[in-house]
């Protein structure tokens, strides 16, 4: 054995008041896992504790509005779940997860043009848990994985955890770009790179805010195929569109060359944390495999509540006025956009989802300004935590799915203000230093 | 890239209907991680499929007997949870888990000896992720955890899924025994073979029904200290003994040398998926990262179901009347065993907990055994599955948990007449031909 080092470490507690005993030494610091050592607490995480507070107007949170659902309803539908089939909705579950729900899944997804069956659906702790099983089975450390740039920032996180190497493909208001891709792919199979997957998510992006266009869905999965790269759709905002019909999933024109990860998430609640991947079959019992060894199976009384609601409420209406609520929000953010910020910020325009992925004039940096920006009582999550690489210090991401209109509006007054000041700083003392940049940033649950 | 193999995968259905569409081809079959080949579904997974009908006596599953809950209580209060605080309960949550819960959690954890902060204590899917975190954390391929011989079949399929070496430690009738653990030790560090941590069932065992008593608890505390050794102690049945007081846990007398492990499965209900670990501050803040990077945050329903039950449910009484209904089925099962079995059959007797470890007499394989016994309408889980090298065949786990004292004597009535077939047939024709072991039964979430 090597002899154990002593070593203090820094202290992390997520906002909360430092336990009263036992010893802040990690005895253990010699013992980690190679992989723990891309764990690390985002630098920006303590500042997301500030603006958590009522009076500051956070533009940062990806929290749905739950608070738009039918209570009572959901309550009465609980309670009955309990007591009718409580010894099945409070026992253990299949790794699987429920056959009924994972029909209903398939029903939920033939909307975005999706023909599966439930066999091939497993249902995991939110698409987050899909996302790490997925990296779990195909990721060596050293695997390429291929994303956006930006992406989305709780899939770096999981990236890095397992010690891939991401590299982001340039994205425009259209989407990825196609011709960004195929070089990319060529570059790194010319280099001899074991490319794993693409990680994507086709449709009002996060943090991007942009939608992949008909057109370029086809080629990106032509590309994929002819490379024999698999791609990982991830669309937990596809039903929330605001014009027109749901855009049809890229899984719904290659069957075998898609995993496709969905999540209740947003249509219905965070809180039970029910998602999915819909894998081919080989795939599937891996994913299977792998669920069981993480958490054994997931709760069967969330998964049964959900099962429950779809088949008793009205859910295309709930999901209907989840749409009228966030066009309403996002509308009011790209109006006080309009009127408020500098004429050399610049944004994206949202079809649907939550995000809009703001750039700021060239020589500012949107984590230096963060901590301003909450001392005025406004937060943002800064861009370079959407890159895996330390880049993104221009951009920021806006969300508009949590504040109300007022509020929404209030909160761009006064990052206008920012921005403004900023931008005189620059021009009378020169470029803002951008501070550098470690490890990805990973503001937490609430932020993701 | 290498070029892609083309290969026809085994369909691993779990016992459904297989799919009806969709390729039976594994396009990826080369492109999986090192660890996912160490992911095989159980050779008796098909088997339990079987047992699981109405008419087989099931000694195999681990499922707690939660018809015994006052279902209608807990459904007002469910219901009740998403009425009054419904924006909370179906939010997304902090990483590290509901605040009052983890207060709530050390009140439970106090029965045992134990003085600790929420600050340390991070909720978890199960204690079953709480054990797949702790893995991820501290485990690369081929680290060393030393483990009981028997050990919990949950976690040496995680320690397999992380590519860790499993080192079985002794264990007799008083539990692990303390020669064998430090006489490991030595020759593992003779040999620089780097042991990550001791994982350890100290009270009521499973499978092996037994307890480490108080004199060698502190054997075990003293030894692993000395060598700097981490102990991960799983303690899901310590509040289940059917005499006197519960244990004090090794956690309650070194607060830095022991991650402690908690569920509510079995003293509440395993449908909430709600477990958790107790670490030292440094290793909790890696926990709560890993965490957030596997599933962002545990739900939030179910944390505050527990803890709304914690808070207004006479769960000490609950307890108790779970303690007196599986002190029933401890009773009738070794009675049974008592007046039934061969004489050349053992088995442990379990002053708590859900499971007695039997061994057959010399030249048996309960692994050949169970197809039999299933035939005979009784399951249980062979021995093989509980070590990491395809040892135990000649052991069999009971359970008694979920099936009725009446049942339960029908099932070993069963049972024995199947073993008193086998004794006839090794008497009469030798050996039973002893099936080679393929890597670690994983038989399942229910018979976890």
């Not at 899984?251 to 894998?279: C, I, M, Q």
């Not at 088949?311 to 066009?327: G, M, N, V």
């Not at 370079?384 to 969300?399: E, I, N, V």
Request: aromatic letters at 8%; one cysteine or more; glycine letters at 10%.
């Amino acid at each position: 054995m090597t002899p154990r080092r002593w070593a203090v470490t820094e202290e992390q507690d997520h906002g909360q008041t430092p336990a009263t005993q036992g010893s802040r030494i990690d005895a253990y610091v010699d013992r980690y896992a190679a992989r723990a050592t891309g764990m690390v607490a985002s630098e920006i995480r303590a500042l997301f504790a500030v603006a958590s507070r009522p009076e500051v107007v956070s533009l940062a949170g990806g929290m749905p509005y739950v608070t738009a659902l039918p209570l009572d309803m959901v309550g009465e539908l609980v309670s009955d779940l309990v007591t009718r089939r409580g010894p099945v909705a409070l026992q253990y579950g299949s790794g699987q997860g429920d056959p009924h729900l994972r029909e209903q899944i398939c029903e939920v997804m033939r909307l975005e043009g999706i023909h599966a069956g439930a066999n091939d659906v497993v249902v995991t702790v939110g698409s987050q848990q899909a996302l790490d099983l997925i990296t779990r089975i195909f990721i060596d450390p050293g695997d390429v994985v291929l994303a956006e740039g930006p992406s989305y920032v709780g899939a770096l996180g999981t990236f890095a955890a397992y010690q891939a190497k991401v590299v982001h493909i340039a994205m425009d208001d259209q989407g990825i770009v196609p011709e960004s891709l195929a070089q990319t792919i060529y570059a790194l199979e010319t280099a001899g790179a074991p490319i794993k997957f693409l990680y994507t998510i086709p449709t009002f992006h996060n943090p991007g805010g942009v939608t992949l266009n008909i057109a370029r869905r086809q080629q990106v999965l032509d590309i994929c195929q002819r490379a024999g790269i698999l791609i990982i759709e991830d669309n937990p905002y596809g039903l929330l569109g605001f014009d027109g019909e749901p855009m049809r999933a890229l899984r719904a024109d290659n069957p075998d060359g898609v995993v496709y990860l969905g999540s209740f998430s947003k249509t219905l609640a965070p809180g039970f944390r029910v998602g999915w991947a819909l894998a081919p079959h080989a795939i599937r019992d891996k994913l299977v495999l792998a669920m069981e060894s993480a958490v054994l199976s997931h709760s069967s009384f969330t998964q049964l509540a959900v099962g429950q609601y779809l088949a008793t409420q009205p859910w295309h209406e709930q999901i209907k006025s989840f749409r009228e609520l966030y066009r309403e929000r996002r509308d009011a953010l790209l109006d006080a956009l309009e009127s408020l910020m500098p004429p050399e910020v610049t944004w994206t325009r949202p079809g649907g989802g939550f995000f809009v992925w703001a750039t700021l004039p060239e020589g500012l940096d949107s984590k230096a300004i963060l901590p301003r920006a909450v001392a005025e009582r406004v937060a943002f999550v800064p861009g370079t935590g959407f890159f895996s690489d330390g880049s993104g210090a221009r951009h920021m991401r806006l969300s508009y799915c949590y504040p109300e209109p007022d509020r929404i509006r209030e909160g761009v007054r006064r990052l206008a203000g920012v921005i403004e000041q900023e931008i005189q700083l620059r021009d009378t003392f020169g470029t803002a230093s951008a501070r550098d940049h470690q490890g990805v940033d990973t503001p937490g649950p609430d932020l993701a």
